[in-house]
C-alpha cells in the first residue's frame, strides 16, 4: 500500500524557517517524481515545487522561488522541503504528493494526509 | 500561466442525479488535465488523468471528456459518497501546474 506521511508542521513567526519531511512507503521511491502542494485554509489547491527522482531538476511555483528547496533522500524514501522567510500567506496545510505520468503527462495520483504550517506572530 | 476556470462553483443535488461539472483553461492544454476529489478534513484524490481516463480503483460512474480549452466530469448517477470539492488540474506547460479554484457539490 502506499503511504506518505508528512511531519514537521508547526507554528511559525514571519521571517522564521522550517522543513517540512514526507516519507514514502510501498512504492519504489527512486522511480518517481515528487511535489509538494498547499491548501490555504478554506482556500483551494496550489502547487508549490516537484522534483526529479535523481533530485537532479527541480521547479517552483513564482511566489516561493529564492525561499524554499524542494530536496529528496532517496536512501531514506523521504523528501523535504525547506522553507525561509515564511510570509503570513505561506499558512496552508502541505501535501506530500506522488507524480505519476499517463501517456503524455503527469498528475498526482497519491497524497499524503496533509500537516498545517502556520505563520503567526 | 494557464488559468483553470470551473463551474458552477457550488451545486446542490439530490443522490441518484446526473452531474456535469466544467473546467475552462485559459490557453489549450491539449488532453493534459486531470480532476480530484476532496472531502472535509481529506486529502484530494485522483479521479481522472489525462482528460478521459480513470484512475485505478475509481467507479464507471465517473467519466471525463474534453480537449484543448474545454473540460467536463460526469458523475452518471451522485452516490453520497461523491459529495465534496471538485478540482481540475493541468499541467499542458511543463512544469507549470495550476488547479481550478474548485466547485463544491453539496447534498440537496
Given at each position: 500500500e502506499v503511504q506518505l506521511v508528512e511531519s514537521g508542521g508547526y507554528l511559525v513567526q514571519p521571517g522564521g524557517?522550517?522543513?517540512l519531511s514526507c516519507v514514502a512507503s510501498g512504492f519504489t521511491f527512486t522511480t518517481y517524481w515528487m511535489s ?86 | ?106 447534498i440537496k
Amino acid at each position: 500500500e502506499v503511504q506518505l506521511v508528512e511531519s514537521g508542521g508547526y507554528l511559525v513567526q514571519p521571517g522564521g524557517s522550517l522543513r517540512l519531511s514526507c516519507v514514502a512507503s510501498g512504492f519504489t521511491f527512486t522511480t518517481y517524481w515528487m511535489s509538494w502542494v498547499r491548501q490555504a485554509p478554506g482556500k483551494g489547491l496550489e502547487w508549490v515545487a516537484t522534483i526529479k527522482q535523481d533530485g537532479s531538476e527541480q521547479y517552483y511555483v513564482d511566489s516561493v522561488k529564492g525561499r524554499f528547496t524542494i530536496s529528496r533522500d532517496n536512501a531514506k524514501n523521504s523528501l523535504f522541503l525547506q522553507m525561509h522567510s515564511l510570509r503570513a500567506e505561506d499558512t496552508a496545510v502541505y501535501f506530500c504528493a506522488r507524480e505519476n505520468f499517463g501517456a503524455y503527462v503527469s498528475f498526482f495520483d497519491y497524497w499524503g494526509q496533509g500537516i498545517l504550517l502556520t505563520v503567526s506572530s | 500561466e494557464v488559468v483553470l476556470t470551473q463551474s458552477p462553483a457550488t451545486l446542490s443535488l439530490s443522490p441518484g442525479e446526473r452531474v456535469t461539472l466544467s473546467c475552462r483553461a485559459s490557453q489549450s492544454i491539449s488532453s493534459y488535465l486531470a480532476w480530484y476529489q476532496q472531502t472535509p478534513g481529506q486529502a484530494p484524490r485522483l479521479l481522472i488523468y489525462e482528460a478521459s481516463k480513470r484512475a485505478t480503483g475509481i467507479p464507471a460512474r465517473f467519466s471525463g471528456s474534453g480537449s484543448g480549452t474545454d473540460f467536463t466530469l460526469t458523475i452518471s448517477s451522485l452516490e453520497t459518497a461523491d459529495f465534496g470539492v471538485y478540482y481540475c488540474q493541468q499541467r499542458g506547460h511543463w512544469p507549470q501546474v495550476t488547479f481550478g479554484q474548485g466547485t463544491r457539490l453539496e447534498i440537496k
